[in-house]
């Protein structure tokens, strides 16, 4: 809703929301995603009023934290922490970096609306004399253009959200393994969606159950994606290093024999 929102200063709501919605039928299904477009509607941020100003701010909190909560993650996973001590002045700027990826995709997601316009018109003009061609051209062409697309877009996770110093070559061979892995993901849940029709069957209930399983999904690819990173830039890359406001963190396990169970914590 944010950054259909965000979106909407530059570009039709309606064209912004279509586009969108394409999308998610190619990845959820078209029953899901139609429950998806109704729940976007009914949410729609109207644009006068103090319900607007609360809705604005509820969306970009209920935002900021996902992001937050994904940075807090990628810390752990890279063995990183925050400094003490500075509480206040890592949340504010938790919620900075977050707002910019935020940012960040809405201008992703309007560059991919101008690149796919473009494409599409393209494709109309060579179906006309190439038409068969055309269609495996088209179809390789927007396979490589998602790839790009959710490339960047882990890539500006991975390079922005983590309290870390690494190279832009260590993100990105991270970031397209990432990639990768997630349009497999997105073409198995196609299928299954297409083949199950989980959507006329459970109704509802199914539709939110592909919803959970593609974010559960999604969660373990970025993740994984994240340890990868780790991996590559360690073994092939200038490893990461912390920030000048985070440390470097190391877990170690401690045998202690016959000690009570309530005094291991101490």
């Keep these: 809703v944010v950054i259909i929102s965000l979106c ?33 509607k009914n949410a729609a941020i109207n644009n006068s009023g103090l319900a607007a100003v609360i809705g604005i701010i509820t969306l970009l909190i209920g935002a900021t934290t996902v992001f ?3 940075q807090d993650s ?6 990183l ?13 938790n919620r900075f970096l977050s707002f910019s990826v935020i940012i960040s995709l809405g201008f992703l997601l309007l560059v991919s609306l101008a690149v796919t316009g473009i494409v599409e018109s393209l494709n109309v003009r060579l179906q006309r004399s190439f038409p068969e061609v055309t269609v495996i051209v088209f179809y390789i062409v927007n396979l490589l253009l998602t790839l ?6 882990f890539a500006v996770i ?20 990432t990639s990768v892995l997630f349009l497999l ?6 299928l299954y969606v297409s083949q199950t ?10 539709s939110l159950a592909v919803i959970l399983v593609w974010i559960y999904y999604s969660s373990i690819i970025l993740y994984t994606g994240a340890e990868f990173t780790r991996a590559y830039a360690v073994h092939f890359g200038r490893e990461i290093r912390p920030s000048h406001y985070a440390v470097t963190t190391k877990e170690v396990e401690i045998e202690l024999p016959g000690a009570p169970i309530e005094k291991l914590s101490t």
């Design 68 to 70: 937050a909560e994904i």
């Design 185 to 190: 993901g997105k073409f198995g849940i196609s």
């Design 158 to 177: 991975f390079k922005v959200l983590p309290d870390a110093n690494i190279r832009w070559k260590d993100v990105f061979v991270g970031a397209l393994i």
């Design 81 to 93: 922490k925050p400094k003490p001590k500075r509480g206040w002045l890592k949340y504010l700027q």
């Design 197 to 206: 029709k989980i959507g006329t069957t459970y109704g509802a209930a199914g």
């Design 148 to 153: 790009g697309i959710c490339m960047l877009i």
């Design 74 to 79: 990628v810390n752990y996973i890279w063995g």
């Design 8 to 40: 909407g200063f530059f570009l039709e709501r309606e064209a912004v929301e279509g586009q969108i919605y394409q999308v998610l039928q190619d990845f959820i299904g078209n029953d899901t995603a139609a429950q998806l477009q109704e729940l976007v």
